[in-house]
């Protein structure tokens, strides 16, 4: 017998098939109370021979990569706590190494709170891996309590179904393997002809504007668009204050982002110093900032790329040299914001307010404006390369010396527009549609 984080060490993951059965058995010899957190893989010993696993004898030191989020808040903690560790302990025997990883332990107690492990799936590669075995640890590592498996024996129940299920599919496949084979040879010269179909379809179907648009919208779908109250569960994202506490030390500065209309708080912290610093890392933490006020801000450099700014306003803000890399800013206000060099390729922005902003010299290649509005924007320099300018505003738009190859236009949107006959030459005018 030996240490279980020692074997990991030396010899590497367990087998997904093992590790269950293992663990499903040892949890049908104990009870819950027998288990004592702080749990972790040096809580358990394995036989090297038979890879049967048990409890260590000697308690084992606290480690954050395998504690639950109302541990790490210093909460009271119940059984559900416990099924959460195993979750965590089950996923680094699987992987060979913890959910969550990082230098410090004050961030590893963070993402535990508030970030979901990358599934089991997409970390192992050399097997497949079935979707119940996801499934089942994306329930034991819940962030909120009341969605994880209630007890230990409730998590040995899952594990033993997913080995009963496997069994019952190997039998199955094993009937109809001959059948399917049949079926096989049958239907390949049958589909051929559709599937040489498929690539022209898909094509003609994806660079269709509006359905990029509703593709735009469902991506990504890992967004979070609640307000900050302590009745989510997913409360920790849009908070990070000191020492992992849920409200904010009163002696200390607070930044809050709000919601344009409700005044809602969309993100608060005590950890950042700017405005812009705590805007990125709402951003990094993958929240929905639809209706933001981030008016009048000083966002110089910041990286926003991939956000989700829909109908958010950045009225006067300075957003020089920001990074606004495939964004979704449906209906986002930008009046009169200064937007110097900024990167605005591959965004989707229909029916967004660019009024009187300086737009000079950026990168808007590849973009979606449809029904946009740029009247009297300075848009010199600037490279719209590929961009889809459909029904947009371009009254009194001043485009000197800007590259517009293979730009869509709607050319009665252009009255007054500072542009010359080469560029118009370059780009793609199309009949306006009334929407």
Not at 32 to 60: H, M, R, T, Y
Not at 163 to 181: G, I, K, P, T, Y
Not at 241 to 266: G, H, P, W, Y
Not at 393 to 410: E, H, P, Q, W, Y
Request: with cysteine; charged share 25%; glycine share 4%.
């Amino acid at each position: 017998m030996q240490n279980l984080k020692t074997y990991i060490e030396k010899n590497g993951p367990l087998p997904w098939q093992t590790c269950t059965r293992a663990f499903a058995s040892m949890l049908d010899k104990i009870s819950g109370d027998q288990l004592v957190l702080p749990l972790n893989l040096a809580s358990f010993q394995i036989d090297d021979a038979s890879k049967e696993i048990s409890l260590a004898e000697s308690v084992s030191q606290s480690d954050t990569a395998y504690q639950s989020p109302e541990f790490c808040l210093e909460r009271p903690c119940d059984e559900r706590s416990i099924t959460y560790s195993l979750g965590c302990v089950l996923y680094a025997c699987m992987t060979g190494a913890p959910a969550f990883l990082d230098r410090t332990q004050e961030r590893i107690s963070e993402m535990q709170v508030s970030e979901m492990p990358r599934p089991l799936s997409r970390r192992i590669l050399n097997e497949q891996v079935p979707g119940e075995l996801d499934s089942l640890l994306e329930k034991a590592m819940s962030k909120n309590p009341k969605k994880r498996f209630a007890d230990t024996a409730s998590l040995r129940a899952a594990l033993l179904n997913i080995e009963s299920f496997l069994d019952q599919e190997n039998q199955s496949e094993q009937s109809e393997q001959s059948e399917q084979h049949k079926k096989h040879k049958e239907s390949i010269f049958k589909y051929f002809a559709f599937f040489a179909l498929v690539p022209a379809f898909a094509f003609a179907l994806s660079h269709n504007d509006y359905t990029q648009k509703l593709i735009a919208d469902s991506h990504p779908q890992a967004r979070h668009p609640y307000h900050l109250s302590l009745d989510s569960s997913d409360y920790r994202l849009q908070m990070e204050f000191d020492d992992n506490k849920t409200e904010a030390d009163k002696s200390k500065k607070q930044i809050r982002i709000l919601n344009m209309m409700t005044k809602k708080i969309m993100f608060a912290t005590t950890k950042r110093k700017t405005f812009k610093a705590a805007l990125e890392e709402a951003v990094r933490r993958q929240l929905d900032l639809k209706g933001a006020d981030l008016s009048g801000q000083d966002l110089a450099g910041a990286n926003l790329h991939g956000a989700r700014f829909a109908k958010a306003f950045f009225i006067n803000s300075n957003l020089n040299n920001v990074n606004l890399y495939s964004c979704f800013l449906d209906g986002a206000d930008f009046r009169g914001a200064s937007m110097k060099n900024c990167m605005l390729s591959d965004v989707h922005a229909v029916q967004v307010n660019f009024s009187e902003a300086d737009l000079s010299g950026s990168q808007m290649v590849n973009s979606v404006f449809l029904q946009s509005n740029f009247m009297d924007a300075k848009l010199n320099n600037c490279d719209l390369s590929g961009a889809k300018l459909n029904q947009a505003k371009m009254v009194r738009a001043d485009l000197t010396g800007a590259i517009t190859k293979n730009t869509i236009r709607s050319a009665n949107f252009w009255d007054g527009a500072i542009v010359n006959e080469a560029q118009i030459k370059m780009m793609e005018t199309v009949q306006s549609v009334n929407p």
